[in-house]
């Protein structure tokens, strides 16, 4: 049976939801193709975050890693196809740190491609009428760091894992209470905002699951 371990992050930057550990939430457990999901929520820490992640894939030693993340004012599901080595944050993580254009790792290659079926699980996706595409560029935040880095723990293992990243859209509470704090601030229009993009959480969770079941399928 395929070991699967889905990781989506915590909430942060003073949110109190995010999209991406709801999901993991929702699908620990599940039986997909055949195997069983392993949830792991991350927190927003580089170095615990990165921490947390090796061991889980040393520990489990599975055949997919998939990662979750979200991406502010995105309107559909983003499949990437790159992690880069390079970290550089815009915001502070939730302990202050934010390196600005350093290494994800010293020692390893300038980047790293996604090794699960990119392509087909945009197109599975667009036939079940799920907006997604596919992405080049993760950022240079965690998201880009985790997926930089399952790669290079998958490739140590050397059991031929799969591993990939998926961003998805704010939830439309989310969207909601920008809207709201907008309306309150009274110091933007809601046109000077780009970040309304929004998704249910059900379509985001069929997504997920529908790129694992596509991968182990491959």
């Known amino acids: 049976m395929p070991k699967i371990l889905l990781t989506g992050f915590q909430a942060y930057a003073g949110s109190h939801i995010n999209p991406a550990a709801e999901v993991v939430r929702a699908l620990d457990g599940a ?60 915001i502070p993580d939730e302990l202050g740190q934010r390196p600005s254009d350093q290494l994800v790792d010293e020692t390893g290659p300038v980047a790293r491609a996604a090794s699960v079926p990119v392509a087909k699980i945009v197109d599975a996706l667009l036939e079940k009428g799920i907006p997604a595409r596919t992405s080049d560029t993760a950022g240079t935040f965690l998201c880009n760091t985790i997926l930089y880095r399952a790669l290079g723990a998958c490739e140590r293992l050397g059991n031929g894992a799969l591993c990939g ?40 969770t069929v997504a997920v699951r529908t790129a694992i079941t596509i991968t182990l399928e491959d």
């Open 165 to 204: 990243f998926v961003h998805v859209p704010y939830l439309p509470e989310q969207a909601a209470k920008i809207i709201r704090d907008l309306k309150a601030e009274g110091k933007l229009e809601l046109h000077q905002r780009a970040d309304l993009a929004s998704m249910s959480l059900d379509m985001m």
């Open 31 to 90: 039986e997909i193709g055949r195997g069983v999901v392993r949830g792991l929520h991350l927190p927003v820490m580089l170095d615990t975050a990165r921490d947390l992640l090796e061991q889980a894939i040393a520990e489990i030693r599975p055949d997919l890693v998939l990662s979750v993340g979200q991406w502010p004012g995105e309107p559909v599901i983003r499949v990437e196809r790159f992690a880069v080595n390079k970290t550089s944050f815009e």
